[in-house]
């Protein structure tokens, strides 16, 4: 295993400290319990929105916490869940009066999790399950399809609505219906290597590759030759296609993600690809979102999403959004 | 090789086209000669700032394309310098009436093209050449010591100045100031691999390390035992130390820069012991930046930068920025 690090215990540590210290004018760290929120406190009548989940999806989900995204995020350890004992204590530190709104990921361990919190709650919650992974029907960690890139247009969208003002069941229906509109699938070239395992989580020769691959190495849905760049984007668009049914002509966000190992200059390549794809389907590529923001450590390869847009949910897109990962308008 | 790629040919045309898709409302892309320049045409009256190099270090340059930062760049194909022709095509695009400033890494490839275009320039027109690489003296493919990470310091604040109205002998002196007050250093985990040889640039025993490596493979200082990170930024920083002498209490922009396979966890935990050894040295981190900016395709490794920071230089990297990588202010 090569990676930098001082030992394996202290990663998530060091890490979350690097990230706070880099970026103290947006964020706040708290340690035992661990989470992460907005530098400048709790926002008074306002949904107070809260996502988390295992690390080594980095920058998700602490790398989206500020102004008009999130207001908290608990990191678990790598590709564990977050503990319940993080969730109320984030939900404490940043509840404006206006309820708090969990976006979990579909994993059973940050769903259980999540839900033993919610029981925990004082106040008016509510939650919204992501689903986009359009690969598989279930996964090694999940009952139904996984939360994977598509919850990022989540955050970014209902963190819009809350920050202009929307009331926690408003941004709850909201969540649902982007991750309703979110289609994602994804693809591996290499394993990731988990820093406490020391071994790549799977093994890959090295002319294959994962189709529908999960965001922890999960199985996807066939393991194949690698293929060319063109022919992974048509079976991803396809695929996604099929689930969405986009109308002819209907506008959407087009994201490639990255998920740590591959280079930006394949990730643009890609993006060309699955553009063209959506040109030839009818679907307008009214807004675009390329690198690695919902990773998988180390691991070669790269997610297509695919989110449809109306006119709402476009101009809670473009709303002005501080975070450390995703910043415009401000 | 594993490349989400359709054929080596091609990589450069259709990742150029992606990222011109993906960012339209930013740049625009012209085709034989490359290059690319802001979507809204050249500004009048300004100085315009044109870089380039060889492709695969992407975001660096076309990513720095935009409002307040660069007004061109001329990417070639991976690890090569790119043609005069290009540059010179890039300088009529963008010409604005106040002269046309090159930023330079310091290869003797880009160096001897930028020369050539520079003796077809009509008018007036200057050349700030980066060197920020304090790992070795010369290198492959430099007389002399490499630019690297540094050079988006330079880009970025003179970038600014010109915006503000600076004339060209003052973006030219400024660029010297940036590029003098910036010490960088890389260390590879892995070797990158170019599309076009198939094979990697060079090896590395599993237990190994290449300190002081270049952006392109080129090979550091020394090749020693995978380190623990701390001990690895110690080096670094050191080194860094060492060519700047800061004053106790001056003020410095640190950079940790992924090469392209590094995961962002561990950019941050990296970053997090470079801050520690920059307090500890006197050095007042003002700013920050972590991520992949100055990347080596998909190796694996980062460097870290430190430049130092006066009033104006500070004021400068603070000013709005619009470009694909960098934004913040707009």
């Known amino acids: 295993m090569k990676k930098l ?6 990663v998530l540590r060091e890490s979350l400290d690097g990230f706070a210290a880099a970026h103290a004018d947006i964020v706040k760290l708290s340690h035992d319990p661990t989470f992460v929120v907005r530098a400048g ?7 107070a929105l809260i996502s988390g989940g295992g690390a080594g999806h980095e920058p998700l989900h602490a790398g989206f916490v500020g102004e008009g995204m999130l207001h ?3 990191p678990g350890q790598v590709f564990t869940s977050p503990t319940p004992d993080q969730m109320h204590a984030a939900a404490a530190a940043v509840d404006g009066g206006a309820g708090i709104l969990f976006i979990v990921k579909n994993y059973a361990g940050d769903v259980m999790n999540f839900e033993m919190a919610a029981e925990l709650a004082e106040g008016p919650m509510a939650t919204v399950l992501t689903n986009d992974d359009v690969a598989v029907e279930k996964s090694t960690f999940s009952a139904g399809r996984r939360g994977v890139a598509g919850t990022l247009m989540v955050e970014k969208i209902v963190g819009a609505a809350a920050e202009a003002g929307a009331d926690l069941e408003t941004c709850r229906a909201l969540g649902e219906r982007v991750n309703a509109a979110s289609g994602s ?14 071994t790549p989580t799977f093994t890959l020769a090295d002319d294959e590759m994962e189709m529908g691959v999960g965001i922890h190495g999960e199985p996807g849905r066939r393991r194949v030759k690698l293929a060319q760049a063109d022919d992974i984007a048509a079976e991803m668009i396809g695929a996604i296609q099929q689930d969405l049914s986009p109308k002819a002509g209907a506008a959407a966000l087009l994201h490639v993600n990255g998920f740590g190992g591959t280079p930006l200059m394949e990730l ?3 993006y060309n690809a699955a553009a063209k794809l959506c040109a030839d389907a009818g679907v307008v590529v009214a807004r675009s979102l390329v690198g690695n923001y919902t990773t998988s450590l ?13 006119d709402e949910t476009l101009r809670l897109w473009d709303a002005p959004v501080k975070t450390a ?4 308008g401000c």
């Open 5 to 10: 690090i001082n030992s394996v215990d202290s």
């Open 41 to 47: 406190g709790p926002v008074k009548g306002k949904v």
């Open 268 to 270: 643009y390549l890609m």
């Open 72 to 74: 908290a995020a608990c």
């Open 298 to 310: 180390d691991m070669a390869g790269c997610s297509i999403t695919l989110t449809l847009l109306d």
């Open 185 to 198: 699938m994804g693809v591996a070239l290499t394993s990731c290597t988990v820093p406490a395992a020391g």
């Open 325 to 328: 990962a995703l910043r415009w």
